[in-house]
């Protein structure tokens, strides 16, 4: 079955301290991977995609096949993340159709 | 720059009234999409369409239909709603081929009273 899996609901850092927002995903054939991102009051907007291999506001993720995982990570969190972070993978086959996690909301601390 | 706009912010329906949400994109996409989004279920796809007069169903059709005449705008028509239907409610478009990605809009939120 293909699926997306995000182990945690809420993520609570402290400023400056690096975070990394989980994402594993069940999937048979070759994915395509993205990260969107929505701030308090804000619309759902793409964050970064595997393919472009982009650091995107110091974020980055990486694929890796083998752990079938596509994890967000920044070496120096901020105030500004807090957001709720939802991973995403694109299904080929009968059309594209993307399929979203259920989301993790990170809470950056001062 | 305001690219995918729902005409909704908040909406208020009684049970078992017909309900139009609609949604408008000025970026030419293929493809439109709606879902519904609640706490701790992330995103979950109703109803797509890659054209015009094309619609599919998503994960979550029930209850629920589109109508899409032109490019542009894709509406999302519940029948007759119910108080399992209040939810946040995205339109998103992208390119057929969703290379670059969906661009959402702010949301519809609808309360089923």
């Known amino acids: 079955a293909q699926r997306v899996t995000q182990p945690e609901k809420l993520l609570s850092v402290f400023k400056g301290a690096p975070v990394e927002l989980k994402c594993n995903y069940s999937?048979?054939?070759?994915?395509?991977l993205f990260w969107y991102v929505q701030y308090s009051r804000q619309r759902l907007q793409l964050l970064l995609r595997h393919i472009s291999r982009e650091s995107i506001k110091g974020f980055t993720a990486d694929l890796n096949k083998g752990e079938t995982s596509f994890h967000l990570k920044k070496p120096f969190a901020q105030e500004e993340d807090s957001a709720m972070y939802y991973c995403a993978l694109k299904r080929f086959g009968g059309g594209f159709k993307t399929i979203f996690g259920a989301g993790t909301r990170l809470f950056v601390k001062a | 720059d305001v690219k995918v706009t729902q005409s909704s912010r908040y909406l208020v329906k009684r049970t078992g009234e017909k309900v139009f949400l609609e949604c408008v994109q000025d970026?030419?996409?293929?493809?439109m999409f709606w879902y519904r989004q609640d706490p701790g279920l992330g995103l979950r796809l109703i109803y797509f369409?890659?054209?015009?007069?094309?619609?599919e169903k998503g994960d979550i059709p029930e209850g629920y239909s589109v109508s899409r005449e032109k490019k542009e705008r894709f509406s999302l028509i519940l029948e007759s709603a119910s108080t399992n239907q209040t939810s946040m409610y995205l339109c998103?478009?992208?390119?057929?081929?969703?290379?670059?990605?969906?661009?959402f809009g702010s949301g519809t939120r609808l309360t089923v009273v």
């Open positions: 998103a478009s992208s390119l057929l081929n969703e290379r670059d990605g969906y661009t």
């Open positions: 369409s890659y054209d015009v007069k094309m619609k």
């Open positions: 970026m030419d996409h293929e493809n």
């Open positions: 999937y048979s054939g070759s994915p395509e």
